[in-house]
C-alpha cells in the first residue's frame, strides 16, 4: 500500500498543490494535514469532510474522506483517475452548524496509462449521494413494512371482535335451545300426566290422591269437593 501525505490550506494562495498519478490507479491512500494560514487546522466534534473533483471529461466525483487525528485520508478509485490529464480537486470541510468551507484548489495530474482498460469508462460517481438514497429506499421499505403489519394487526383485530360476537351469540341461542327444550320436557310431562289421568289406572290413582286430601271424586271424575265430612253431590 502506498501512502502520500500533503498540506492543504483554507486560504487560496499561489501555485495549487499538484499530485502526479497514474491511470486507473487503485488504494493509493491520500492524506491530508488542513491549515488555516500558518495554523494547523483542528476539526471539531461533528464535522466532516468531502474530496471534489472534475475530470477532464466533465464528469465529477465526490467522496467522503475519514478524519483520524486531524489527519484526512482516501483511496484512490478506478472512477477518480478514469481520464487522463489534469483532474481539478478541492477539498470542503462541513459541520452540523452549516460550515461549508473549500482548501485552495489542487490539480491530480493523471498520467495516461500504455494499456487502454475497455472495461473502464468515466462516469460521475458520488458514493454519498447514492448512499443517502438507498437509506430513503430503506426507510420507505421500512415505513411500508410497519404500516402493512399495523393494517394486519387491526384486521387481527377485526377478526378476533367478530369471534367474540359469534361466540356470543352461539351462547344465546344454546341457552335459547336449553329453555326450549326444559319447556318441552315439561310440556310432555304434563301432557303424559293428563294422559295417564284418562286411564284406570290413573283414575283411581287420582282419585285415591284426592280422598287422602278429604276430596270427593265422583265416578264420573268431575265432582271432587268432600271438605270436613260434607259431600256434594
Known sequence: MIT???RLNLIPNGIPLVIHVSQYDVGRTLQFIIYNGSSRYAFASGESAILLGTKPDGHIFIYDLTISNNVLSIDTT???LAIPGNVNA?????????KDIGTANFIFAVEE??????IIYSDSEIPAIDAAVANIGIAKAAAEEA?????SAATSATSATQSANNASTSATNAAASALSASNSA???AISEANAFSGTPEGYAELASTFN???LYVDSDGYTCQALFGETKD
Not at 478541492?90 to 452549516?98: K, N
Not at 496509462?113 to 475497455?118: E, G, L
Open 78 to 80: 478506478e472512477q477518480m
Open 186 to 188: 315439561a310440556a310432555a
Open 147 to 151: 404500516t402493512s403489519s399495523k393494517n
Open 90 to 98: 478541492e477539498i470542503r470541510i462541513q459541520g452540523a452548524d452549516g
Open 4 to 6: 502520500e501525505q500533503f
Open 113 to 118: 496509462s500504455p494499456i487502454y482498460k475497455d
Open 212 to 214: 287422602a286430601l278429604g
